[in-house]
């Protein structure tokens, strides 16, 4: 394959009729389209696959696998490198509220537009971490060539084009909008970097992508969230590390001091000693300078360190296999040091004290 596939400005790819192919695929695909979309949304817990070309005529391949792909994973337009020998299987599955993505395929490019984000779910913000081949991606004008291991992000509520080579194989997490930007702010800046296994923190969340689709199967309900949680927990490390790197080599930006400064944060929750000047040393800035870009987004140093920790510990509270441990000791294990603090801000933040909250939990399961 040549090399000039991957450089960095993408070739736009030829727009692809969908409506006038897909007249061609013959009834028994759109039959099993049908099923393999139903099996897509169902299948929780664990990864299946719910749609493969091996057993779909060769002319019908691409036009049934972008139908599906459509469907089930982002509205776009793609075009095959070669529409004969095409191949792709799709599989999917979740981990708690992540979505979990796995495919396969031949070379081929793709467009997302303005036209098809009128059709995407932009509550989702997606990790996209390479398992085999190449992947060129740009997105707000920047561009990133994927190779086995990387992780990128990708934002469906903005255009953005793709081109994979032969053999291509990607896992794309589908993350809560909410539960990304509760870390790390507003991700517009974050998309389209090029998160590489160099560092422990990016070593180990790529690792950990790679095994997911493997090793998921079978796990319960509370295992889902704690690993959610987890996987929560290196991305932001991960991109916090990124874009510190990316400040290293420019004049930083408010929103990548932003960055640095919640993944500082999430990263030592649980210390107790962890205050304004701890946090804006650690991200290299002044509190003065640190509290006002966080003001941007109307929230301060302590403040942010306050909400996290009275996450954390709802999420604790709200955990079966945490029932052993007492309200004290979860709120003592995220940082706090005085309960009776602790109860008035759970209160203000939730509406309820963390007592009753946990009966209330235990109640409704």
């Given at each position: 394959m040549?090399?000039?596939?991957?450089?960095p400005?993408?070739?736009p790819?030829?727009?692809?009729?969908h409506?006038?192919?897909?007249?061609h695929?013959?009834?028994?695909?759109?039959r099993?389209g049908r099923?393999?979309?139903s099996a897509?949304?169902?299948?929780?817990?664990?990864v299946?696959?719910?749609?493969?070309t091996?057993?779909?005529?060769?002319?019908?391949?691409f036009?049934?696998?972008h139908?599906?792909?459509?469907?089930?994973v982002?509205d776009?337009e793609s075009?095959p490198g070669?529409?004969?020998?095409?191949?792709?299987?799709?599989r999917a599955?979740?981990?708690?509220?992540?979505?979990?993505?796995?495919f396969?395929?031949s070379d081929?490019?793709?467009t997302?537009?303005?036209?098809h984000?009128a059709?995407?779910?932009?509550?989702?913000?997606?990790?996209?971490r390479?398992?085999?081949?190449?992947?060129a991606?740009?997105q707000?004008g920047?561009?990133?060539v994927?190779?086995t291991?990387?992780i990128t992000?990708?934002?469906?509520a903005?255009?953005y084009?793709g081109?994979?080579s032969e053999a291509?194989?990607?896992?794309v997490?589908?993350?809560?909008?909410?539960?990304?930007?509760a870390?790390?702010?507003?991700m517009?800046?974050?998309?389209a970097r090029?998160i590489?296994p160099?560092s422990?923190?990016?070593?180990?969340?790529s690792?950990?992508?790679g095994?997911l689709?493997y090793?998921t199967?079978g796990?319960s309900?509370?295992?889902e969230?704690?690993?959610e949680a987890?996987l929560?927990?290196?991305?932001?490390?991960s991109?916090?590390?990124?874009?510190g790197?990316?400040?290293s080599?420019?004049?930083?930006?408010?929103?990548l001091?932003?960055?640095?400064?919640r993944a500082?944060i999430e990263a030592?929750?649980s210390?107790r000693?962890?205050?304004a000047?701890s946090?804006?040393?650690?991200a290299g800035v002044s509190v003065?300078?640190?509290?006002?870009v966080?003001a941007?987004?109307?929230t301060s140093?302590?403040?942010?360190i306050q909400?996290r920790?009275?996450?954390r510990?709802?999420r604790?509270?709200?955990?079966?296999l945490?029932?052993g441990r007492?309200?004290?000791?979860?709120a003592?294990g995220?940082?706090?040091?005085?309960m009776?603090h602790f109860g008035r801000?759970?209160?203000?933040?939730?509406?309820?004290l963390?007592?009753?909250h946990?009966?209330r939990v235990g109640?409704?399961h």
């Amino acid at each position: 394959m040549s090399d000039d596939l991957f450089k960095p400005k993408l070739v736009p790819p030829v727009a692809f009729n969908h409506r006038g192919t897909i007249n061609h695929v013959s009834a028994t695909s759109n039959r099993l389209g049908r099923r393999s979309l139903s099996a897509m949304r169902t299948c929780e817990g664990h990864v299946k696959t719910v749609f493969s070309t091996d057993h779909v005529h060769p002319r019908d391949r691409f036009a049934f696998w972008h139908d599906v792909a459509r469907k089930g994973v982002v509205d776009h337009e793609s075009t095959p490198g070669c529409r004969n020998t095409f191949r792709a299987e799709l599989r999917a599955g979740t981990v708690g509220a992540i979505g979990l993505v796995s495919f396969q395929n031949s070379d081929m490019s793709v467009t997302h537009t303005r036209r098809h984000m009128a059709h995407a779910n932009t509550d989702e913000l997606f990790v996209c971490r390479q398992s085999g081949g190449q992947i060129a991606l740009e997105q707000d004008g920047r561009h990133v060539v994927l190779g086995t291991g990387d992780i990128t992000l990708i934002d469906p509520a903005l255009p953005y084009e793709g081109r994979f080579s032969e053999a291509s194989d990607v896992l794309v997490l589908k993350v809560p909008r909410q539960l990304m930007e509760a870390r790390l702010g507003k991700m517009r800046e974050m998309t389209a970097r090029a998160i590489q296994p160099s560092s422990a923190e990016t070593s180990l969340l790529s690792a950990s992508l790679g095994m997911l689709p493997y090793h998921t199967d079978g796990l319960s309900s509370a295992a889902e969230a704690l690993l959610e949680a987890h996987l929560l927990d290196l991305i932001t490390l991960s991109v916090g590390r990124t874009m510190g790197q990316d400040r290293s080599r420019a004049s930083p930006s408010r929103s990548l001091v932003r960055v640095e400064l919640r993944a500082v944060i999430e990263a030592r929750l649980s210390d107790r000693t962890l205050d304004a000047g701890s946090v804006a040393s650690a991200a290299g800035v002044s509190v003065r300078y640190a509290n006002a870009v966080l003001a941007d987004e109307n929230t301060s140093i302590v403040q942010l360190i306050q909400t996290r920790r009275l996450a954390r510990c709802r999420r604790a509270l709200e955990d079966p296999l945490q029932g052993g441990r007492t309200v004290s000791e979860i709120a003592y294990g995220w940082g706090f040091s005085d309960m009776t603090h602790f109860g008035r801000r759970f209160k203000a933040a939730y509406g309820v004290l963390p007592s009753a909250h946990r009966r209330r939990v235990g109640q409704n399961h």
